[in-house]
């Protein structure tokens, strides 16, 4: 024989089962995560920088990259729409989904060549590093 907790009169035996499914922010949170934002790789090579995105399932029509005062963002917009008719009921369904992320470039890098290719679920930006060539060293004559 088991104990069923009472309060207030009542019997609750699936009092969490109850409470996730009526406290509604708690379960759209789990559902649908408000924070939605695709994991990136950044890694440095001698010529340039490569940001790596993993985004699946987004066309590369819906990316957005842009570059303003050293701050690079990368944006991207997903709506579907799905509509069901039969001859007792039509049934729509709507998702959009969208994300920002934003990178502070280093001041090496060129803002004026960087190149963005998105292929199987990953946008892969690189970004070129500006060339610098050590200087000679110089002797000046103090007149």
């Keep these: 024989m088991s104990i069923i907790k009472k309060t207030n009169g009542g019997l609750v035996p699936f ?3 109850m ?15 408000k924070d939605f ?3 990136v790789n950044i890694s440095e090579t001698d010529k340039n920088y490569e940001i790596e995105l993993v985004a699946p399932g987004l066309k590369k029509s819906e990316f957005k990259v ?11 917009e997903h709506q579907e729409e ?21 990178f502070s470039l280093p001041e090496n890098s060129k803002e004026d060549d960087i190149k963005a290719n998105y292929a199987d679920g990953l946008l892969k930006l690189t970004i070129a590093k500006k060339v610098t060539t ?3 060293a110089k ?3 103090v007149v």
């Design 15 to 17: 009092r969490g089962l």
């Design 82 to 102: 799905k509509k069901e008719k039969e001859k007792n009921y039509t049934r729509q369904e709507y998702s959009y989904n969208s994300f920002s992320r934003s």
């Design 139 to 141: 002797e000046i004559a």
């Design 37 to 39: 934002a695709p994991a």
């Design 19 to 33: 409470s996730d499914f009526f406290e509604t922010d708690e379960l759209l949170n789990r559902l649908w995560k």
């Design 134 to 136: 050590p200087s000679k």
């Design 66 to 76: 842009n570059v303003e005062n050293g701050i690079l963002t990368i944006s991207a």
